[in-house]
């Protein structure tokens, strides 16, 4: 969780995609709406770490803090993982509400995870929770401004046929 987040992340959104059933629109479109909301959520994320660059915590305090993985010395505040993981959960949740709780649980996990191999203040990750709930809190709210975005991308990403009888494994 504290390393390969975006990859499960990205399995993840494309498995449901592609496994919702063919009608299942308000699925297809949570998982648009929190993908919007996660690459504006980190680009913010990004710029805030160039204003404002904490120092990690293994870079604060090297002999106190054991990182248990290999990290860049880069700016901690907010962290990344974090942004993204909340921001990708609420599209979730939105989209379908168990998978948006399984969302939820990934994302607290991340967020312990990354504190944990000392890559993280506590502060990072809270400030990446509210970072990502935040903006894809106003892409939903803007998803009436945002439909002909959504609806393009409705009609012209790959996703399944409409099947003719058989059930969605979701």
């Known amino acids: 969780m504290a390393t390969d987040a975006p990859e499960i992340w990205i399995v993840l959104y494309l498995a449901l995609w592609f496994l919702l059933p063919a009608g299942d629109e308000r699925g297809r479109r949570g998982l648009l709406y929190g993908a919007a909301g996660g690459i504006v959520a980190l680009i913010i994320s990004g710029l805030i770490g160039v204003i404002w660059p904490v120092p ?100 012209n990403l790959p996703r399944p046929r409409p099947s003719s009888g058989t059930r969605s494994p979701l």
């Open 56 to 155: 990690r915590p293994f870079v604060v305090d090297p002999t106190k803090v054991h990182l248990l993985i290999h990290h860049a010395a880069d700016a901690s505040f907010p962290s990344d993982h974090a942004t993204g993981s909340f921001a990708l959960a609420l599209g979730l949740l939105w989209g379908r509400r168990g998978w948006g709780v399984v969302g939820f649980v990934i994302a607290v996990l991340v967020m312990w995870a990354r504190v944990f191999v000392g890559v993280h203040w506590p502060a990072d990750v809270v400030g990446g929770m509210v970072l990502g709930l935040a903006v894809t809190g106003l892409v939903l709210l803007a998803r009436r401004q945002l439909e002909p975005i959504t609806a393009f991308f409705l009609k």
